[in-house]
């Protein structure tokens, strides 16, 4: 698979002039606009893409789907949200995806306590974050991985997982959760914390339980994630004799997949350590 960047029908940067006064930044969380001038945008030229309903145990929850419109059973790639929601950021790293063979499917696992893509800043989306609880994101994974193999478009035998910041936690967790699961790519997620009745557990009280190798990148100027917690987990790994591992781009700040951001940094963004990773581990 090439990567996204070499395809035909994409569109990889818009410029600043176009993002400030055309609709692109419409679609991202109003607490990361304005949007930089790197945005990448996805074409869907020969993708089926946009939302589907997932039913879960409660009720249905929101999800953003893209895959080829040509061919079925394709392998299967969960994409877990920042705090800021399935924006257009995470909608177009599906359509990424797809454009690489995957069925790619982002649901949106804050609904049920509200839409963080409509609150300001940081500082409000948090509270609204901390009464997600695990569980529930943990029943919501599983419901949209079961909606896929009913669906018979994709072949959830062939299941990755990848998320961002808040997502990279959950990848982990996921990682030890779900038997079926392949592979996972956390980025730049939280290893250890201080456990909460909703958020018992982190990374680095599961390595003995993960049931899929997990790939962590993660940043060496991380202003949130400090880099003596990232060694604290490559130990346990490597103590546990884990097949997973954390990769570290020295000098890159949290964030640096996040190409909408200022915090982007191409030359580390982890596209091509992703796509590797998934080879390696039978989500092909």
């Known amino acids: 698979m090439a990567p996204f960047s070499s395809l035909p029908g994409t569109d990889l940067r818009l410029g600043r002039r176009e993002l400030l006064l055309g609709s692109a930044a419409a679609g991202f969380a109003l607490a990361v606009r304005p949007v930089a001038a790197s945005t990448v945008t996805t074409s869907t030229q020969g993708l089926t893409a946009g939302w589907v309903s997932v039913p879960a145990a409660d009720g249905a929850v929101r999800a953003y789907r893209a895959r080829p419109t040509k061919g079925s059973g394709f392998q299967v790639v969960l994409v877990v949200q920042e705090i800021f929601g399935v924006h257009a950021y995470i909608q177009d790293v599906c359509r990424r995806l797809a454009q690489l063979g ?11 306590q509200g839409d963080v893509t409509q609150l300001p800043d940081i500082p409000s989306i948090l509270p609204l974050v901390a009464t997600v609880p695990d569980a529930q994101v943990m029943a919501d994974l599983d419901a949209t991985a079961a909606w896929v193999a009913a669906s018979g478009e994709g072949d959830v035998s062939r299941l990755g997982i990848t998320g961002f910041c808040w997502g990279g936690r959950i990848t982990w967790l996921y990682a030890a959760h779900n038997p079926k699961l392949k592979a996972g790519v956390a980025w730049y997620g939280r290893l250890v914390g201080q456990a909460t009745a909703l958020q018992p ?8 339980k993960l049931k899929a190798p997990v790939l962590g990148l993660y940043a060496g100027q991380d202003d949130g994630i400090p880099m003596e917690s ?4 490559q130990r346990a790994l490597k103590a546990a004799g884990s097949p997973s591992r954390i990769e570290v781009f020295p000098g890159a700040p949290h964030g640096f997949h996040a ?6 940094r191409a030359a580390a963004a982890g596209w091509k350590q992703m796509q590797a990773w998934f080879r390696a581990n039978g989500v092909v």
């Open 102 to 112: 995957y069925l790619a499917i982002a649901p949106s696992l804050f609904d049920r």
């Open 201 to 208: 557990l982190f990374p680095i009280d599961l390595i003995a």
């Open 230 to 233: 990232v060694q604290q987990m």
């Open 259 to 264: 190409d909408y951001r200022p915090t982007y």
